[in-house]
Structure formats: C-alpha cells, structure tokens
C-alpha cells in the first residue's frame, strides 16, 4: 500500500501518468509491485486529477454501490442552489482547510482514491458517506453504511438516511477527531 501511496502522490505532485510513476519508483525500489486492484485505483485516480470524474471505484471485494439498497446520485438531487458552500475542516480548534461543496450535485467522502474527499482515519470507510444538493435547495448528508458511522452535530445517522445539514452543522467521520463544519449558506432555511 505505501508505494502505491507514494506512487499517487508523484501523480498528483509531478503530473506523471500511474505507469510513468510506478516506473519512477520501481526504478528506486525494484521489489515494488502494486496488485491489480491497486493499479485499477491509480488509474481511476489518475481520471480524478485529470478532471474527468470517473465515479466511484469500489474494489471487488466489497459491495458495488449500484448493488446497495439505494442508487446515488439519489433521484432528488440536483445541481447545487448554494453555490458558496464550504465545509471547515477542523482538528483541536486549529482550521487545516476549506473544501468547497457547491459545484457538484454530491460529493463523497472516504478512504477510496476516487472519493471527492479522502479520509485519513483508520476508522473511515473506503466510501463513508456522501454530501447531496436537493432539488429543494437543502444540502443532506447520507451515511453509506460505514463501519464507524457518521455524526452530525454528535448524534448518528443511520445508514441511507437522508439528514438535512444546516449551517454550523458540525460533521464527524468515524472515530476521527476531524470536524467538518457547514458555512456559507446563503438562504438558512428553518
């Protein structure tokens, strides 16, 4: 996993394809041989840093997410009506960066490459959950039957359960100390 790791870090740092990468490290570490569903994943990342979103790679030894019991994008998501939407990301009071969530109609969250956002913690999930824009202007937070669920404003939320998320709503993924705070909504809705 850590030259696949230091593999994608030269792709997205140097702009070198998954192949001209893993010839770069093999050079420096003959013994390096990344399986096939890592190679699979440096390539959909590889997708990812070019801007050509690919969707969601989910390894074959996990559940596909067209064979869950919902589909994503749900059917009542739509282009985003909150265009300045961000989330703070935050860990003992101190902001680590601002990720913007208002130009897709959802965004995910995990520890899959292909995730919009990747999670770091052990504790995440390789699809944790997703962020969606709804038709009725709301932004909902889904949990995705992550292992150690996903809370807002410390309470859980249940698998595939839609949660409207409102300005100031505090987000934590698994065991993380992480939070992820909801600003720049324009029109608060009751």
Known sequence: RSASLVVAYLMKKDGLSPDAALNFVTTRRPVVLPNEG????????AKEI???????????????????????????????????????????GEELELLEVGSEEM???????????????PSASRQHAVLVHHQNGGVYLIDLKSSHQTFVNDKPLRPHEACRIREGAIIVFGASSRTYTLSGMASVVP
Request: with cysteine; aromatic share 12%; net charge negative.
């Open 38 to 45: 890592f190679s699979r994943c440096l390539h959909e990342y």
């Open 50 to 92: 070019s801007g050509e979103r690919s969707g969601v790679y989910v390894p074959i030894k996990t559940k596909r997410l067209e064979d869950m019991e919902f589909e994503l994008p749900p059917e009542w998501a739509s282009s985003p009506t909150e265009v300045q939407a961000k989330l703070r990301v935050e860990r003992a």
């Open 107 to 121: 965004y995910t969250f995990g520890r899959s490459l292909t995730c919009d956002f990747q999670l770091e913690h």
